[in-house]
C-alpha cells in the first residue's frame, strides 16, 4: 500500500500531551517525517528519521515509530502549537513520495 | 541557510500551462539532494507533484504524471514545473521544497520549503 493514514482532527487541553498518529506500510523502510503548517503558511519540519529535531524546533516535539505506525508526540502542548500537522513518507520503491492526510490540532 | 522562492503566473487559463520555477539561494542546487513540488489545493492536505535530481532524474506522481514535467537549470540555481491541460481541480498553493533521502537509513524530509504561491486555474 502507498497511504498514509491519519485522524483528521485531535485535541490537547494546554500543557498536556497529544500523540498524533500517521500508518501505512511504507513506514517498514522509511521513518515517518512530521510537518506543521499553521493558517497561511508553509509546512515547517518538525521531526524526522529517529526522532530528529531540526534547529529551532522546541524539545517537546518528539517522535516514536513501530512497524507501520509512527508517532508526533507533543509534551506539554502550547496554544501556539494549534495547526495542521502532516506525515511524510516514501513508498517501498523509494520513488514516490507520499503525504498523510493531516491531522488538524486544536489546543483547548 | 538554504531559501527557497516561487514564482511565476497566478493566474492561467483551463485548458493551459501552468509554469512555475523555484529559485534556491544559499546554496548550490547541484547537491545530493532531490528539488521538489508539492501543491495544496484550497482547504485540503498536501499532495505530491514530482521531484528531481540535480542528474535530471525525474519522479512524478503517478496521478499527474502524463502532464507533469520538472525540469532543472543548474546555471541559474533553479528548477521549474510544468503542467499541462489545466483544470480547477488544479487551482492550488504551489510549494517548492528540498528533499533529502537516504534510503540506507529510512531518512526522508522535506526541509526547506518555499513560501509557496498560489495559483487559479479560471478564465
Known amino acids: 500500500s502507498s497511504e498514509l493514514t491519519q485522524d483528521p482532527a485531535v485535541s490537547v487541553a494546554l500543557g498536556q500531551t497529544v500523540r498524533i498518529t500517521c500508518q501505512g506500510d511504507?513506514?517498514?523502510?522509511?521513518?515517518a517525517s512530521w510537518y506543521q503548517q499553521k493558517p497561511g503558511q508553509a509546512p515547517i519540519l518538525v521531526i524526522f528519521?529517529?526522532?530528529n529535531r531540526p534547529s529551532g524546533i522546541p524539545d517537546r516535539f518528539s517522535g516514536s515509530s513501530s512497524a507501520i505506525t509512527a508517532s508526533l508526540i507533543i509534551t506539554g502542548a502550547q496554544a501556539e502549537d494549534e495547526a495542521d500537522y502532516y506525515c511524510?513518507?516514501?513508498?517501498?520503491?523509494?520513488?514516490?513520495?507520499?503525504f498523510g492526510g493531516g491531522t488538524k490540532l486544536t489546543v483547548l | 541557510q538554504v531559501q527557497l522562492q516561487e514564482s511565476g503566473p497566478g493566474l492561467v487559463k483551463p485548458s493551459g500551462t501552468l509554469s512555475l520555477t523555484c529559485a534556491v539561494s544559499g546554496g548550490f542546487i547541484m547537491t545530493n539532494n532531490w528539488w521538489s513540488w508539492v501543491r495544496q489545493p484550497p482547504g485540503k492536505g498536501l499532495e505530491w507533484i514530482g521531484e528531481i535530481y540535480h542528474s535530471g532524474r525525474t519522479s512524478y506522481n503517478p496521478s499527474l504524471k502524463t502532464r507533469v514535467t520538472i525540469s532543472i537549470d543548474k546555471s541559474k540555481n533553479q528548477f521549474s514545473l510544468k503542467l499541462t491541460s489545466v483544470t480547477a481541480a488544479d487551482t492550488a498553493v504551489y510549494y517548492c521544497?528540498?528533499?533529502?533521502?537516504?534510503?540506507?537509513?529510512?531518512?526522508?524530509?522535506?526541509?526547506?520549503w518555499g513560501q509557496g504561491t498560489l495559483v487559479t486555474v479560471s478564465s
Open positions: 511524510n513518507s516514501r513508498d517501498s520503491s523509494g520513488d514516490l513520495v507520499i
Open positions: 511504507s513506514l517498514r523502510n522509511y521513518y
Open positions: 521544497a528540498r528533499g533529502e533521502v537516504k534510503a540506507a537509513t529510512g531518512i526522508n524530509r522535506f526541509d526547506p
Open positions: 528519521g529517529n526522532n
